[in-house]
């Protein structure tokens, strides 16, 4: 059972553009809901993360957005640069367990054309 | 660079042998994980370690053993090894096991069982 959906799962964006990915879990218990960003050749590196006690958070370019009651939460990317273009996942867990009950989505290859 | 080091890089190797892969964590990092990375099923979590003790098992085929040393480095062991098993293996640490102690991956190992 796939508990972190995540889509599209693949993305071409304009140098500019704002480019959108989202997920969707099942787990109504889990309250941590990181992003990791992987390059080519390279592990996932934690990017940005949200607790549901905010709606959004927001980083430089990168922002989460988060709906409690959808179970959705997604990724907007402002200004995409061509030096975005990696492999982008969701995940989710409980912020009281362990690093091992990080659930991970399947994975967005974006990629931001100059 | 996560701090992570993982060896070797590529491994290439023929149905029925057995292989090591090795991790070394970030200094100080008590922690070590294991991961599986496929086109098909994105990461999946192996098994994890913490400062010498197995804390919990994934989806670990029986094939595959893992073990933390004194030094806190990790060994990955896959045996009797099929065309199914070709991947990329992922070690990751972290500081202590939680939420508040993200996960830093390694850049990987290449498995190909030809």
């Known amino acids: 059972q796939q508990q972190v959906k995540q889509s599209p799962q693949s993305l071409i964006v304009q140098k500019g553009g704002i480019s959108i990915i989202n997920c969707a879990y099942e787990?109504?218990?889990?309250?941590?809901f990181p992003w990791y960003q992987q390059f080519p050749g390279k592990g996932p590196a934690l990017l940005i993360a949200?607790?549901?006690?905010?709606s959004e958070k927001k980083e430089g370019r990168f922002t989460i957005s988060f709906n409690k009651s959808a179970k959705q939460f997604s990724l907007h990317i402002m200004d995409s640069q061509p030096g975005d273009s990696a492999t982008y996942f969701c995940?989710?867990?409980?912020?009281?367990?362990?690093?091992?009950?990080?659930?991970f989505g399947k994975g967005t290859l974006l990629t931001v054309n100059p | 660079d996560s701090g992570v080091t993982q060896t070797p890089k590529h491994l290439i190797t023929a149905t029925g042998q057995r292989v090591t892969l090795r991790c070394s964590p970030r200094?100080?990092?008590?922690?070590v994980y294991w991961y599986q990375q496929s086109l098909d099923q994105g990461l999946q979590f192996l098994i994890q370690?913490?400062?010498?003790?197995?804390?919990a098992k994934g989806n670990i085929l029986e094939r595959f053993s893992a073990q933390q040393f004194p030094d806190l480095h990790s060994e990955l062991n896959l045996s009797s090894l099929e065309l199914g098993d070709s991947a990329l293996y992922f070690c990751?640490?972290?500081?202590?096991?939680?939420?508040?102690?993200?996960?830093?991956f390694g850049n990987g190992t290449r498995l190909t069982v030809t």
């Open positions: 995940a989710a867990s409980f912020s009281g367990g362990s690093n091992y009950k990080l659930t």
């Open positions: 990751a640490s972290s500081v202590a096991d939680g939420y508040n102690s993200p996960l830093h």
């Open positions: 949200i607790r549901p006690d905010v």
């Open positions: 370690y913490y400062n010498g003790e197995e804390r």
């Open positions: 787990n109504t218990a889990f309250d941590y």
């Open positions: 200094s100080g990092d008590l922690s």
